[in-house]
């Protein structure tokens, strides 16, 4: 059983922050230090959004084109945690926010996926985000 918690969501105002984490844990979780991580999203009414990724390793970030520029993805391997740093939030921004997982060795390189959600292997309950105007 493999499970993603994420922690850190709430309510906020628009221009303000939150920090977003999901920790991993699980007993037939493959090694941490092997999967990419990624953060979606979804609105009510919406579809599943891809929000940021990052490789195995750290050594690569990707962002969808809506938060470039003010939201920052990292990872611990050593905590097995993955973090979303979100800065100048918006209204648009309220959504239900997934943790997941991309096992590295399978499929095709991860740049050219990263933002499709079924190439993901294991989701989160999810956090909610909230951004009041």
């Known amino acids: 059983q493999v499970q993603l918690v994420e922690s850190g969501g709430g309510l906020v105002q628009a221009g303000g922050s939150l920090r977003l984490s999901c920790a991993a844990s699980?007993?037939?979780?493959?090694?941490?230090?092997?999967?990419?991580m990624g953060w979606f999203r979804q609105a009510p009414g919406k579809e599943r959004e891809f929000v940021s990724a990052?490789?195995?390793?750290?050594?690569?970030?990707y962002y969808s084109e809506s938060v470039k520029g003010r939201f920052t993805i990292s990872r611990d391997n050593a905590k097995k945690t993955v973090h979303l740093q979100m800065n100048s939030l918006k209204p648009e921004d309220t959504a239900v926010y997934y943790c997941?997982?991309?096992?590295?060795?399978?499929?095709?390189?991860?740049?050219?996926?990263?933002?499709?959600?079924?190439?993901?292997?294991?989701w989160g309950q999810g956090t909610q985000v909230t951004v009041s105007s």
């Open positions: 997941t997982t991309d096992y590295r060795f399978f499929g095709s390189p991860f740049a050219s996926r990263y933002a499709v959600w079924d190439e993901y292997e294991y």
């Open positions: 699980g007993r037939t979780f493959s090694t941490f230090n092997d999967n990419n």
């Open positions: 990052i490789t195995w390793d750290g050594g690569a970030t």
